[in-house]
């Protein structure tokens, strides 16, 4: 759970991550190269995908304001089954609590404040 920012960053439990926060149902990651939103691909996550069972959906931080992800990046997790969900990222940080909290299936990344 993501318990507060700090500067541009996140911080869980008392570790920050200051560049951006990979999250699934059991790690949470630093996203120390992650892109912009506009060149944002499903290789910038990593394994984040990759999680067994499938995510239902990728809650997606776009930072400090919403902005669309581009639609080649959406259409390729769609195959996938993996819906994408944007927000700015500190909405997304909030929605992660309430989602695992109601033992949603989902991961998440959130770019910088």
């Known amino acids: 759970m993501v318990t507060g920012f700090q500067g541009r960053g996140f911080r869980v439990r008392d570790d920050v991550f200051p560049d951006g926060l990979l999250l699934s149902p059991v790690r949470a990651l630093a996203w120390t190269d992650a892109p912009t939103i506009d060149a944002l691909t499903p290789q ?13 959906f990728l809650l997606l931080g776009t930072g400090a304001g919403l902005r669309q992800p581009p639609r080649p990046f959406v259409r390729a997790l769609e195959q996938r089954g993996i ?8 909405a997304a940080a909030r929605a992660w609590g309430v ?15």
């Open 44 to 56: 910038s996550l990593g394994d984040l995908l990759d999680a067994t069972p499938t995510p239902e």
């Open 83 to 90: 819906g994408v969900e944007a927000m700015d990222s500190r």
């Open 99 to 113: 989602l695992r909290a109601e033992e949603r299936w989902i991961v998440a990344a959130l770019l910088p404040l």
